[in-house]
């Protein structure tokens, strides 16, 4: 056990965090805003760019995607310098951590160069096409069907919640291309360009705001996409649905220890109750670190740990929720602006400056319902860390 | 921040563990309980195994991993409080096999032509009917004082196998050499950090016993730990282990390092263990249904254990109401 990273790891850091002071963009540069998580600002693209082009993009990947072949504990301490400025690592965050990584992971040569390091210089951007009306939680049982047809497929059906597709410039679509086969044996994935003939989207707002439009309904009709653009085996997909929700999930937790640290930052506790909750949140926080930590150290040993995982995603995402309803009472009426102010303005990131507590509270529901729910992650580690019996 | 064990400490960790699996089995704590079974001949193994050596602050990690594990085993005998409470109080005033306590307050020091004379009442001291010697902490410093010079009488806990006792200094004279120099508010952190590992460790016991229970009890004819409402509930004691496990030893790093954050981290520990027992011991009782209400099934002593560690020095609530205050201190 040790307290600090090696100075190996240290120098890495401090080589970063030479490069970001030399290049963060200006105030001035960061005036338009993005509107979905498909929508990237014109200033935003030249700094992803940058970031690519100078292998800090996503550090662990090799030169030519975006990195520099770092280690994970590197990889760690980058998106912690990232997060001391308020930056966000991307403004397609599916484009970066799932759909460019699943092309990386899954995706033909030719697929890495065509689409994996446009999104990653976001030339383009891409949304996540799994989620269906019927298919939730219980994702393999996705109906959107896709029927080969000479050197293309025919697609048909619908997806939901897409966040950013109607800003997007191409959907990661998980389909059927075999209804015979029991469920997770028979989905394929498809890159299918939103511009496709028969591709609709019809965005619609959050609970948060009419104007906040991010989901997505996406209808397919007779949608033909060339063979070319099947990612990984055919039938193969539910092991690409793991593994792209895998790539997230390596650091997502590191994303809700630095949402606990924000709230540490910017809940202002009044009485007694509220620091209660505030030294729940502190505590949170460190453990969330110390139990991602170890996680990190067995990544960084090539252990694969998926439901020990699970832990620090329950833990994570259920603090947060916890901290920001408590910051929200904490603040009284004054929680009833919408936008509010309730972070430090930082000009990277104004969406959490103008979020007021409610709008923080209401989006800690994404971490606790998006990618696997809380009583999904409490199954798993259930059948697979404490080994109680299937039902 | 790399926070996993190394190969020595797994080692060191599987060791402890297999020793307590068979000097300290349940048989023997049922014995101290129901019969009044003597737990000397214990404290004699672990003093010839060394672990009472394990008194430098750079140990701490070491000594954190014991206790883990003496936790789990419900331990009968004064270590914890001899390795925890006495000797960051009085380092280097017992040698290896002496057991001692401390007493944390009540007790007032006054001085006079021939030294130093104690006296006052401590309440709910932790073995302080059986320790060889006591570290008295008084606004005047810390006093070594041997078990003979002070009146002790056991009181009586829900745990049986803890020993908690009033202690009486009735004018105990002392001279200069009792003195030990130590400061009590860096006692304090080990002690508490030694209290939050006891806590982790009987949480860790009652869940593997409630584990063993669901998964072999069967009720609408499967295993109760089929039931999705037992799994979360068996998920919830999992996680908050783990948030109390990580901050302990974290604690305890601080401590083997030195580091400025040792005060909040012993606070956090702490806090973090009694949470933790809350949830554990509310789910696995729960769990188990009537065969856990039993003074027969075992699950009694950790759950006590865990217990009895909350209700010493602060609770969570205090602890948190200290954390927010430090942490803000600090931060903001
Ligand atoms: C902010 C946000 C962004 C999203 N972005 C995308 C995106 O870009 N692309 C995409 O494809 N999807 C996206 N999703 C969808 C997300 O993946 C799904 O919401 C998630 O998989 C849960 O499915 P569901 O909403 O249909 O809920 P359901 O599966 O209907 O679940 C509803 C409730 O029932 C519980 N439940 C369901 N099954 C069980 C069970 N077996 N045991 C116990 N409880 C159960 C759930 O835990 C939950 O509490 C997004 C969701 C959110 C909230």
Redesign the pocket.
């Known amino acids: 056990m040790q307290l600090t990273f090696d100075a190996d790891v240290e120098r890495f850091r401090a080589e970063f965090a030479a490069f970001l002071d030399a290049n963060l963009p200006s105030e001035a540069e960061t005036g338009e805003r993005a509107y979905s998580s498909a929508h990237v600002p014109e200033w935003a693209r030249r700094w992803q760019r940058l970031l690519f082009d100078s292998g800090w993009l996503l550090p662990g990947n090799p030169p030519e995607f975006g990195g520099r072949n770092a280690s994970i504990l590197e990889q760690y301490v980058h998106l912690e310098e990232l997060d001391r400025r308020r930056i966000y690592h991307s403004f397609n965050p ?1 484009g970066l951590g799932i759909i460019a990584a699943s092309l990386l992971s899954f995706g033909s040569e030719e697929q890495k160069r065509r689409w994996a390091v446009p999104i990653l210089r976001v030339e383009i951007t891409a ?5 269906e009306p019927g298919a ?4 393999a049982s996705l109906r959107t069907r896709a029927v080969l047809d000479g050197d293309h497929f025919v697609v048909n059906g619908q ?1 939901i ?3 950013g597709a109607h800003d997007a410039d191409v959907l990661l679509t998980f389909v059927r291309t075999d209804p015979d086969a029991p469920k997770h044996k028979g989905i394929s994935v498809l890159l299918i360009p939103t511009d496709t003939p028969g591709v609709t989207r019809r965005p619609f707002g959050s609970l948060i705001d009419r104007d906040d439009v991010d989901f997505n309904e996406v209808f397919f009709d007779d949608v033909r996409v060339p063979a070319e653009n099947l990612v990984g085996a055919l039938n193969n997909g539910w092991h690409v649905a793991n593994g792209s929700l895998g790539h997230e999930r390596t650091l997502l937790w590191l994303s809700f220890a630095l949402r606990l640290e924000e709230l540490a930052r910017d809940f202002r506790p009044v009485d007694a109750l509220d620091r209660d909750a505030y030294a729940r949140l502190v505590m949170d926080a460190q453990a969330l670190r110390l139990l991602g930590s170890a996680a990190l150290a067995r990544a960084a040993r090539g252990e694969q740990d998926v439901a020990a995982l699970s832990v620090l995603k329950l833990l994570g995402s259920e603090a947060v929720q916890k901290a920001s309803e408590q910051a929200m009472e904490s603040a009284g009426v004054a929680a009833l602006e919408h936008p509010g102010m309730t972070a430090p303005y930082a000009h990277l990131n104004l969406e959490a400056f103008s979020a007021g507590w409610f709008e923080r509270y209401a989006r800690s ?2 971490g606790t ?3 696997g ?4 992650q409490r ?1 798993i580690v259930a059948e697979r860390v404490l080994g109680l019996p299937r039902s | 921040m790399l926070f996993e064990f190394d190969s020595d400490q797994r080692l060191w960790q599987k060791t402890i563990h297999e020793v307590l699996v068979k000097e300290c089995p349940p048989a023997l704590i049922r014995g101290i309980a129901d019969e009044g079974a003597d737990p000397a001949p214990l404290w004699r193994v672990y003093a010839d195994l060394g672990w009472t050596e394990l008194t430098e602050p750079s140990e701490a990690v070491e000594l954190a991993i014991v206790l883990e594990e003496l936790g789990w085993a419900t331990d009968p005998t004064p270590y914890l409080a001899t390795m925890t409470w006495f000797t960051p109080l009085a380092p280097g005033v017992a040698d290896g096999g002496q057991t001692g306590s401390a007493v944390l307050d009540g007790v007032s020091a006054r001085r006079d032509r021939d030294g130093w004379v104690l006296s006052g009442v401590a309440r709910h001291v932790l073995d302080g009917d059986r320790a060889d010697r006591l570290a008295v902490v008084t606004d005047a410093g810390v006093f070594a004082v041997p078990a003979a010079d002070v009146r002790a009488t056991r009181v009586d806990v829900f745990d049986p196998t803890l020993h908690i006792a009033e202690v009486s200094l009735p004018g105990v004279r002392v001279g200069d050499d009792a003195r030990t120099g130590a400061d009590p508010r860096a006692a304090r952190d080990l002690a508490l950090t030694g209290l939050a590992l006891t806590i982790v460790g009987a949480c860790r016991r009652v869940l593997e016993l409630t584990l063993d229970h669901v998964r072999t009890r069967e009720q609408f004819g499967a295993p109760i730990g089929s039931f ?1 409402a037992v799994k979360h509930k068996a998920v919830d004691m999992h996680v908050a282990l783990e948030r109390a496990r990580a901050l302990a030893y974290f604690a305890a790093l601080t401590i083997a390092a030195d580091d400025p954050r040792r005060r909040l981290a012993a606070s956090m520990a702490k806090a973090a263990a009694g949470e933790c027992q809350s949830v554990v011991f509310r789910n696995g009782l729960q769990l188990f249904g009537a065969m856990g209400f039993t003074w027969e099934n075992d699950l009694q002593f950790a759950l006590k254990r865990a217990v009895a560690g909350e209700l010493l020095l602060g609770g969570a609530a205090e602890h948190r109401a200290l954390i927010a205050e430090e942490y803000r201190a600090a931060h903001v």
């Open positions: 599916q949304a996540l096409g799994m989620s939730g939680s219980d994702l997806k919640w897409t966040s529901f994404a319902i998006a990618g729910t809380s009583e999904i199954t | 999705q």
